[in-house]
């Protein structure tokens, strides 16, 4: 049995969730149980909160954690030794999931005058992620007084608390709301899982299905199942624009002069591809969205 933990709330759980869900690894999201086994996979979650997830994994109460790069970072690979006998490199980044995505940003009263990373010189910052901050600081010789607080960060200036924040940044609109402006990048974040590098050769072989379940997921994404009758005059041109993952189908029609023709393409370049096979002759295009792909 190998035993995942992933955070009781907010969108990384969601998101977390939603992929076991399109892997048909069937869990039930009862949040008020700590511990949950799925009922088709040798699979067991842990709830915890988002920080706590490093820290599991690393001492092998968890074998593998969905978790924000963030705070895997800050917990793990910038953080203060975690003690207890546990050690950093015990845990490692399995895979990169790619959803959840922000940023670790510093941001400073929209009003400011801001020329350079110089400004924070002395300054006040409030954040949650102090080891990250602490670590990019030292990088530009910025000497500046970090407050660390949990919870709403975004409003220590507007209260006098300090005068910039290094916080999670998303869409932005929450530093909009307080009166802020982003003016440094330090960091992008997603999804990682990450494992205990202790792990069994039996819990490993378990984690390798769950991946390969994962990957004809991910492959998936917006991808498109597109079927279309194409004239055999102008066979060829249809084939030269189609991006597929090998060649396309193409299967003989009763009418001689006529073929269909099945591929795969991906969302990014769907209209300006199926502009071109209209102005081919393509006709009858059905499309149909990819819910697994193995290749």
Request: aromatic fraction near 6%; proline fraction near 4%.
């Amino acid at each position: 049995m190998l035993r995942i933990a992933v955070q009781s709330k907010g969108r990384l759980f969601d998101d977390t969730m939603n992929l076991l869900a399109e892997a048909d690894i069937k869990v039930s999201s009862g949040r008020r149980t700590l511990l949950v086994q799925s009922g088709n996979f040798p699979l067991e979650v842990l709830y915890l909160r988002d920080d706590d997830i490093p820290q599991s994994v690393a001492s092998g109460v968890a074998d593998i954690g969905v978790v924000g790069e963030n705070e895997f970072v800050e917990r793990l690979r910038v953080g203060e030794p975690l003690g207890s006998g546990m050690r950093n490199e015990d845990a490692e980044i399995v895979s990169r999931l790619g959803f959840s995505k922000c940023r670790l940003s510093l941001a400073i009263p929209k009003e400011i005058d801001y020329q350079g990373v110089e400004w924070f010189q002395g300054k006040k910052i409030a954040t949650s992620y102090p080891n990250i901050l602490r670590q990019f600081l030292q990088k530009h010789g910025i000497e500046a007084e970090i407050h660390v607080i949990t919870g709403s960060v975004e409003i220590s200036p507007g209260i006098g608390l300090a005068d910039g924040i290094f916080d999670i940044v998303s869409s932005g609109s929450t530093l909009v709301s307080n009166n802020l402006r982003e003016v440094e990048v330090v960091m992008q974040s997603e999804a990682l899982l990450i494992g205990h590098k202790g792990m069994s050769q039996e819990k490993r072989d378990i984690l390798d299905q769950m991946l390969f379940r994962f990957k004809a997921v991910k492959d998936a994404e917006d991808k498109k199942y597109v079927r279309m009758n194409a004239p055999k005059a102008r066979l060829q041109e249809i084939i030269n624009v189609l991006p597929g993952l090998k060649s396309p189908t193409i299967i003989p029609l009763a009418d001689e002069e006529w073929c269909s023709v099945h591929t795969v393409l991906d969302q990014k370049r769907f209209w300006e591809i199926i502009g071109k096979l209209k102005e081919m002759g393509a006709q009858g295009i059905l499309v149909t969205p990819i819910e697994k792909m193995i290749l």
